[in-house]
């Protein structure tokens, strides 16, 4: 059974001091199944009227709104020591698995940062323990989509720092192609981990099997500089 991405995440988070670490600290779990905090009517609306006017500008002429709230994960994402809630959104979809969307950076009810992208089938977001060193949380974006029987899922993983997001780079976390052929299917998974608190963190990789319900390691921890983040995140002004 999968466990829960934010837990996960949370308890190495807070368990971990801030300080340099000799071994791979685990930052994702590719096994694990996010459950969504919830966010009140009155959390939306105020993340939906934020986002809104920037969103309306940049992509006017590319697709309808229909704006959704996708996930949301809680850290200090622009400020250190703050308390600041990161929204994934969707805000309109141009066809499968594509369209328009951003991160919106909320603290105290108000935006404090806007990216906006062009969307891949995006439809989580998890806090990450402080990678580089600069005091604040960075940002695993996870997006995947199941097409001809293979489901597969990756993140992103970003920082923000002066106003501009920093890209750590994309890894696969899941792997699954049991809709091809029941009898032969194979389903993967694998966390990541990273030295962490370093300008340059370098991140490792573990993959595991699926064997019914229990989940075996397969092959050992190795390093990982991960793909290149070919997105594009752009900075959207509230005004």
């Not at 995440?9 to 199944?33: T, W």
């Not at 974006?141 to 106003?163: C, D, K, P, W």
């Amino acid at each position: 059974m999968k466990k829960n991405i934010t837990e996960f995440v949370l308890v190495f988070s807070i368990l971990m001091p801030l300080q340099a670490f000799a071994l791979p600290i685990p930052i994702f779990d590719g096994r694990a199944d996010n459950k969504l905090r919830k966010i009140s009517a009155a959390e939306s609306k105020s993340v939906e009227a934020a986002v809104s006017p920037g969103a309306k500008r940049q992509w006017k002429d590319t697709c309808d709104a229909a704006f959704e709230i996708r996930s949301v994960c809680d850290g200090a994402f622009t400020k250190p020591g703050s308390r600041q809630s990161a929204f994934l959104y969707s805000w309109c979809e141009t066809g499968h698995a594509l369209g328009m969307g951003g991160i919106a950076i909320m603290e105290n009810g108000k935006m404090v940062a806007h990216f906006g992208y062009d969307a891949g089938g995006e439809y989580d977001i998890a806090r990450v323990a402080d990678l580089d060193g600069d005091k604040m949380d960075d940002i695993a974006i996870v997006g995947g989509s199941t097409n001809q029987g293979y489901t597969i899922s990756s993140i992103a993983i970003i920082g923000i720092n002066n106003g501009a997001v920093k890209k750590f780079g994309r890894f696969e976390v899941y792997n699954d192609d049991s809709g091809v052929d029941e009898k032969v299917s194979h389903t993967y998974a694998w966390t990541i981990s990273s030295e962490i608190q370093t300008k340059s963190p370098i991140f490792y990789k573990q993959k595991f099997k699926q064997t019914g319900k229990t989940w075996v390691k397969s092959g050992s921890l190795t390093k990982s500089p991960g793909e290149k983040d070919e997105v594009t995140y752009l900075a959207i002004p509230a005004k």
